[in-house]
T-cell receptor, first 114, second 114 residues
Framework: EADIYQTPRYLVIGTGKKITLECSQTMGHDKMYWYQQDPGMELHLIHYSYGVNSTEKGDLSSESTVSRIRTEHFPLTLESARPSHTSQYLC?????????????FGPGTRLTVL | KNQVEQSPQSLIILEGKNCTLQCNYTVSPFSNLRWYKQDTGRGPVSLTIMTFSENTKSNGRYTATLDADTKQSSLHITASQLSDSASYICVVSDRGSTLGRLYFGRGTQLTVWP
């Protein structure tokens, strides 16, 4: 079982609200990722980080932003949520060494914007 | 274009039966291929990983095969159990970037009936 946590697990909010999805890992991994996944569809990378103070946008354009002030923490923020942001958001992390690109996933946050 | 295609999209089998899931990819250059299991409402969990030189890898009742020449992989599940009901995702990694870019299939939704 991977030591990567996401909160909240489920969130239902109204349009225009600011939200922050939390992601923490206790494995000391340098790389962290945020994916967006709609039902029956593949995961799409929206943000990633190589380490503290490093953040990059992924393949799928997203209005969300991320920060990486501490190695273990990689929160995702939506300044003004819209119904189009309704989706499942998965956080992942990976370390170094032989299996450097093995990503360990958190349980996900299912976001519904009304 | 780098892609990962999985078939079938969904599959229903009876408990105790075997099944085989397919994955075709066009990712190049190829680094490795993983099969992940994703339970409903959870993050994906890695089942197997295979590099270019490996053509089979087992993890309990799960056996993955890889044909790097034809760019095909399969996941065989033996003596299925109700707990095998999940989405099985094929993920291919390239070695064209420091990030170790991952390409995700849409998954095969497996349902095991008693």
């Amino acid at each position: 079982e991977a030591d990567i946590y996401q909160t909240p697990r489920y969130l239902v909010i109204g349009t225009g609200k600011k939200i922050t999805l939390e992601c923490s890992q206790t494995m000391g991994h340098d790389k962290m990722y945020w994916y967006q996944q709609d039902p029956g569809m593949e995961l799409h990378l929206i943000h990633y980080s190589y380490g503290v103070n490093s953040t990059e946008k992924g393949d799928l354009s997203s209005e969300s932003t991320v920060s990486r002030i501490r190695t273990e923490h990689f929160p995702l923020t939506l300044e003004s949520a819209r119904p189009s942001h309704t989706s499942q958001y998965l956080c992942a992390s990976s370390g170094t060494g032989v299996r450097a690109d093995t990503q360990y996933f958190g349980p996900g946050t299912r976001l519904t914007v009304l | 274009k780098n892609q990962v295609e999985q078939s079938p999209q969904s599959l229903i089998i009876l408990e105790g039966k075997n099944c085989t899931l397919q994955c075709n990819y066009t990712v190049s250059p190829f680094s490795n291929l993983r099969w992940y299991k994703q339970d409903t409402g959870r993050g994906p969990v890695s089942l197997t990983i295979m590099t270019f030189s490996e053509n089979t890898k087992s993890n309990g009742r799960y056996t993955a095969t890889l044909d790097a020449d034809t760019k095909q992989s399969s996941l065989h599940i033996t003596a299925s159990q109700l707990s095998d009901s999940a989405s099985y995702i094929c993920v291919v990694s390239d070695r064209g970037s420091t990030l170790g870019r991952l390409y995700f299939g849409r998954g095969t939704q497996l349902t095991v009936w008693p």
